[in-house]
C-alpha cells in the first residue's frame, strides 16, 4: 500500500527564517503531488501542486520541488512569518483518473516573532 | 460564493443511534469525497463519488454508507455509530473526473463524538 511520511510532526523557526518541510512517498510514483495548509478547526486549503514531470514550482513565498528519483518533495517557505503557523499536509496521486488522493500525516509549522 | 458547507458542525451520539451528515457545495463540481481525520493519522478517504450517480469504497468504508444526492449534495450515514467512529469528518470536491490535477476544495468538517 502507498505510505507517505512527512519529516516530523512539529517544526518550529523564528520569524523569517525559510521553513522546509519533506514529504517522502514509497511504493508507487505519484502522477502529481498537492500541498495543502490546515487551520486548527478548519478543512486543509490548497496551496500548490507539482506534477511528476516538473522539479520545481512557485508561488510568491512558497516553492514546491519533486525527486522521483528520491521520492520526495520538500515544501518551502521563505521569509517566513507568525502567520504562516497552521499545518501543512502533502498529498499525492496516482495516476488515477478519479481524482484520488493520499495525504501524509502533516507537519504542525510554528514561526515565532 | 460558500464553495463546500457541512452539516452539523459538531455531534454528539450514543453508540448505537443513526445519523446523516450532509455536505453540499456551489461550485459546480462533478467529484466529491468523504474523508475521516484522527489525531496522528492523515486524512483517510471513505467513500468517493467521481461523478453524480456514482459511488465507490474508499480506505476506510465499514461501518458507513452514502448518496450522491444529485451534482451538489454528498451525504454520508452512519447506520449504527460506534465509539470507533468518533472523528472529524471532511467533505471535499474537486472538478471533473479524469481531470488528474484539479485541487480538490474541503468543508470545515463536522466533528462527531460517539459515546
Known amino acids: 500500500s502507498q505510505k507517505i511520511e512527512q519529516n516530523s510532526e512539529a517544526l518550529n523557526i523564528q520569524e523569517g527564517k525559510t521553513a522546509t518541510l519533506t514529504c517522502n512517498y514509497t511504493?508507487?510514483?505519484?502522477?502529481?503531488l498537492q500541498w495543502y495548509r490546515q487551520d486548527p478547526g478548519r478543512g486543509p486549503v490548497f496551496l500548490l501542486l507539482?506534477?511528476?514531470?516538473?522539479k520545481e514550482k512557485r508561488k510568491e513565498r512558497l516553492k514546491v520541488t519533486f525527486d522521483t528519483t528520491l521520492k520526495q518533495s520538500l515544501f518551502h517557505i521563505t521569509a517566513s512569518q507568525p502567520a504562516d503557523s497552521a499545518t501543512y499536509l502533502c498529498?499525492?496521486?496516482?495516476?488515477?483518473?478519479?481524482?484520488?488522493?493520499?495525504f501524509g500525516r502533516g507537519t504542525q509549522l510554528t514561526v515565532w516573532p | 460564493n460558500a464553495g463546500v458547507t457541512q452539516t452539523p458542525k459538531f455531534q454528539v451520539l450514543k453508540t448505537g443511534q443513526s445519523m446523516t451528515l450532509q455536505c453540499a457545495q456551489d461550485m459546480n463540481h462533478n467529484s466529491m469525497y468523504w474523508y475521516r481525520q484522527d489525531p496522528g493519522m492523515g486524512l483517510r478517504l471513505i467513500y468517493y463519488s467521481a461523478s453524480e450517480g456514482t459511488t465507490d469504497k474508499g480506505e476506510v468504508p465499514n461501518g458507513y454508507n452514502v448518496s450522491r444526492l444529485n451534482k451538489r449534495e454528498f451525504s454520508l450515514r452512519l447506520e449504527s455509530a460506534a465509539p470507533s467512529q468518533t472523528s472529524v469528518y471532511f467533505c471535499?470536491?474537486?472538478?471533473?473526473?479524469?481531470?488528474?490535477?484539479?485541487?480538490?476544495?474541503f468543508g470545515d468538517g463536522t466533528r462527531l463524538s460517539i459515546l
Open positions: 498529498a499525492l496521486n496516482r495516476g488515477s483518473t478519479l481524482g484520488r488522493l493520499y
Open positions: 507539482i506534477r511528476e514531470n516538473e
Open positions: 471535499a470536491s474537486s472538478e471533473l473526473p479524469g481531470s488528474n490535477n484539479q485541487p480538490q476544495h
Open positions: 511504493n508507487y510514483s505519484p502522477a502529481y
